[in-house]
């Protein structure tokens, strides 16, 4: 048998088993089991009339890939009871007050998973089919889009995890009026960015975003245009649901680390006529194509959810080795490129003994851990991982068994994409000076609002005789300051006044009288303005006092002011302020520990006991590690660092 005649042979026996391999389609129909039937009947609906062939198309889009989706059912009755509360006039902080107190009292259900596949009804699916083109006609903009954008984009009936509901007309008949006059523009002159600037320039006037990091999330479509505050995640999938309504395509992108903060972020990104995604954040934060890049953050790696099923997503190349984390989800891209320089890293890993796993997992650390936020698939015992963000720290691991296995050592990767990796030379001593174990200068702005502040005397409840005691002239430290006060006159009246336009921020302050060389602390009756008309607790005056230095006075009203009447006058001989601050300073009497990262593991340096130096001294570190201090007595941030000519550099 000749060549050819064998090439021929195997190029039809492909073909047919090509053939026989099911359809997206038919392996979700499939998997939908005992709710095929449902969705065969939104297939019929749509392919009879030809003139439906775009929503039968449509129809295909979400059955094929609703297998990947699915939603929780946990306890309705507190997003019932939270959204109750939300449409009532309590403040902000009553309606939590309330959520918190009556929560208690809810029989908790045991969460349920709902996979689209197997539940959503033929009715809803039609209904939200025929809703979206209804509302997709009416834009100026629908001819400029390929339908692939639009069935991405605006066709979805969810976001994420939330429950499924009917919410297009809701959205649609709310917001319209938004961006009314400008559809009446002739067509020629319209786009989807100026639409989307209008919106949310409308959405920043009337609905305040306060970020409140509660319990709940994944409201259902109708609650979370309800909020009084959430995570921003909540306001991410808020404004999808009511751009989308609108005809405006809109997405959702995330960062799932920061560089040197311990916190995640997510923001909108929307879709142009030019095909480019430029980001937002809905009832936040005007379009900016440059709002990352020129960012004081730095971050590893940037997401943008889909609703489509990802075919280079690592649930979607090697399952069966994701960890409990985002990379598990099947509806990934990634967009880092499209934010930030980037570099591709190769590293030679080694893989240990009994440890079957070929993913190679690229972490950065989160507070407590290594968490993972990319991934590259060893061969050769080399791995590479795409697209990395620059001016980051990052260590390979191995998953096995849920754990995470050291696949190296960390290394930095610079600016201009080089890598450098951080071993420790125990040859080369060092010593290392701390004041925080936890970078300081997102901070920095809240320590400048109280320059030009004064403290002040008076023997006059109004302070009408007030004379200063001390003006602050540069900028304060973290935690607290101490000043010596020359004026020798004694004040019944004591306070704290700020500039104008700096909420009069000041977590704590303390009065001292010099007896007999002895100081001796001042105490009275708290006297002031009332804290900031959000009615927080931690907002109010009496918090200068609580000792507790996460909490702090806030009142945007100018001429506010805080402090103690004495009782009695007395000689003011010192003061001892904190400015509004995340208390990650070194405190006197707190257990410290000093760790360095050595072959797979963080080593201990010693404990030490902060004092009133307000700094740790650790002699005899090895040169060029990677370190983290931990407060064993209270607090949850930590953060890595080197250490270079006599200062920590955070990571």
Avoid at 123 to 137: A, P, S, V, Y
Avoid at 349 to 357: E, F, S, T
Avoid at 508 to 520: I, Q, R, V
Wanted: hydrophobic share 35%; charged share 25%.
């Amino acid at each position: 048998m000749g060549k050819q005649h064998l090439l021929y042979l195997l190029t039809i026996f492909l073909s047919m088993t090509c053939c026989t391999e099911p359809s997206h389609l038919e392996k979700a129909l499939v998997l939908a089991g005992e709710n095929r039937k449902e969705l065969e009947k939104v297939l019929a609906h749509y392919g009879v009339d030809p003139a439906d062939s775009l929503k039968y198309q449509a129809a295909c889009f979400l059955i094929e890939n609703m297998p990947i989706h699915y939603y929780y059912r946990k306890t309705p009755e507190y997003y019932d009871l939270l959204d109750s509360l939300n449409c009532s006039h309590l403040t902000t902080k009553e309606v939590y007050e309330q959520f918190y107190s009556i929560k208690s009292t809810i029989r908790v259900t045991a969460p349920a998973i709902l996979h689209d596949i197997k539940t959503l009804s033929s009715e809803f699916l039609i209904q939200h089919i025929q809703r979206t083109f209804e509302h997709w006609e009416k834009t100026p903009w629908k001819d400029r889009f390929r339908f692939d954008d639009f069935c991405e984009y605006i066709l979805p009936y969810t976001v994420l995890h939330e429950k499924r509901e009917m919410w297009t007309d809701y959205y649609r008949n709310k917001y319209l009026p938004y961006i009314a006059d400008y559809l009446q523009k002739p067509h020629s002159e319209t786009n989807t960015v100026d639409a989307c600037e209008q919106l949310n320039d409308s959405l920043i006037l009337h609905h305040q975003l306060i970020i409140y990091y509660g319990e709940l999330s994944s409201y259902p479509p109708i609650n979370v245009d309800r909020i009084r505050s959430g995570y921003c995640e909540d306001y991410v999938v808020r404004t999808m649901y009511l751009a989308r309504s609108l005809g405006i395509p809109v997405g959702y992108d995330f960062a799932p680390q920061w560089s040197s903060y311990s916190l995640s972020h997510s923001w909108n990104a929307l879709l142009s006529e030019d095909g480019k995604h430029y980001p937002f954040m809905g009832f936040d934060a005007k379009i900016n194509k440059n709002w990352i890049a020129n960012s004081t953050f730095k971050c590893p790696k940037i997401y943008r959810y889909t609703f489509s099923r990802q075919a280079n997503s690592l649930a979607a190349q090697n399952p069966e080795e994701s960890p409990s984390c985002f990379l598990n989800q099947a509806n990934l891209i990634d967009v880092t490129s499209e934010y930030i320089p980037v570099s591709d890293v190769t590293l030679r890993v080694k893989k240990p003994h009994g440890i079957p796993a070929k993913t190679v997992y690229l972490c950065v650390f989160n507070n407590q851990t290594w968490i993972p936020i990319h991934w590259g698939c060893m061969k050769n015992n080399h791995v590479t991982f795409t697209d990395m963000g620059r001016e980051v720290v990052y260590l390979p691991f191995f998953y096995n068994r849920q754990t995470f296995i050291a696949a190296g050592e960390p290394f930095f990767l610079d600016s201009l994409g080089n890598r450098m990796s951080l071993i420790p030379h125990p040859e080369k001593k060092e010593t290392l000076r701390i004041d925080r174990k936890y970078p300081g200068h997102r901070m920095l702005p809240y320590y400048d609002r109280m320059i030009n502040g004064r403290f002040q005397g008076a023997n006059k409840p109004d302070f009408s005789d007030w004379e200063d005691l001390h003006v602050i002239k540069q900028r304060p430290t973290g935690i607290f300051n101490t000043v010596e006060i020359e004026n020798e006159k004694k004040f019944r009246y004591v306070r704290y006044t700020a500039t104008v336009e700096t909420y009069t921020n000041i977590a704590e302050m303390a009065l001292f009288t010099n007896k007999d060389g002895a100081y001796s602390k001042l105490s009275g009756q708290i006297i002031g303005t009332e804290g900031s008309t959000d009615n927080m607790d931690y907002w109010k005056k009496e918090v200068v006092f609580d000792g507790d230095p996460l909490t702090f006075f806030s009142i945007p009203d100018s001429g506010a002011w805080v402090g103690l009447d004495l009782g009695t006058a007395e000689r003011i001989d010192r003061i001892r302020y904190s400015p509004r601050n995340d208390d990650n300073g070194i405190r006197p009497g707190d257990l410290y520990e000093l760790f360095y990262w050595d072959a797979g593991t963080w080593r201990s340096l010693g404990e030490k006991t902060g004092d009133e130096q307000m700094e740790l001294m650790y002699e005899e570190c090895p040169a060029g590690a990677l370190f983290l201090l931990r407060n064993h007595t209270r607090g949850k941030e930590e953060r890595i660092f080197t250490y270079e000519n006599g200062k920590q550099i955070w990571w």
